[in-house]
């Protein structure tokens, strides 16, 4: 079984041999592709990390609210989060 070939620059092409003993080549990516990954990855983990946020604060003042005079242990230990 033979892979086509693209005519991509000689630098960026990389072959690894696994442990089973078979050759795989590869192109690695330019520098633009890199970092537009790098940005995006990037994006995707501080969005992720202010609606976590939110919402274990949501749910600390919720439960700290809910908690009557008292409150809960829980709803304290989120409203410190």
Do not use: H, W
């Not at 086509?4 to 990389?14: E, G, I, N, T, W």
């Not at 696994?18 to 520098?31: K, N, W, Y």
């Not at 604060?57 to 304290?76: D, K, P, T, Y």
């Amino acid at each position: 079984m033979t892979g086509a070939v693209l005519p991509y620059d000689s630098k960026r092409r990389r072959e690894m041999i696994t442990p089973e003993g078979l050759a795989l080549t590869f192109v690695v990516a330019s520098r633009g592709a890199r970092f537009g990954a790098f940005l995006r990855e990037y994006i995707i983990i501080i969005v992720r990390l202010i609606l976590v946020s939110c919402l274990l604060r949501f749910l600390g003042l919720a439960a700290i609210v809910g908690g009557g005079q008292n409150g809960s242990s829980a709803g304290e230990f989120l409203g410190v989060l």
